[in-house]
């Protein structure tokens, strides 16, 4: 299993349009098999802060999904960002 997790950066004004543009990635993303999560939500305390969690049953199937990719408006329309992808070796409750 992977995680894909971190932020993005937006113009304030921006983030909530931003975020109705990905209503159908993350629905695309969420039929797609191997997706066990996905999901890009705003910060509560930063305007243009986006949250971003994904979770994967494989490399091979996020890659699958990643050929897809964001539409290139919203490529532009990020200013920053800090994810990373985390391989993960057992899982435990909490």
Do not use: K
């Not at 890659?63 to 800090?82: C, H, K, N, W, Y």
């Amino acid at each position: 299993m992977l995680i894909i997790a971190g932020s993005l950066q937006v113009e304030p004004d921006a983030r909530d349009s931003y975020l109705a543009g990905c209503a159908q990635v993350i629905a695309q993303a969420r039929a797609t098999p191997g997706c066990l999560d996905f999901l890009l939500a705003a910060d509560p305390l930063e305007p243009g802060r986006i949250h971003v969690y994904e979770r994967w049953e494989s490399p091979e199937q996020l890659e699958a999904f990643r050929d897809s990719g964001p539409s290139e408006e919203q490529t532009v329309a990020i200013l920053d960002a800090a994810v990373n992808r985390y391989l993960i070796s057992g899982v435990e409750a909490p």
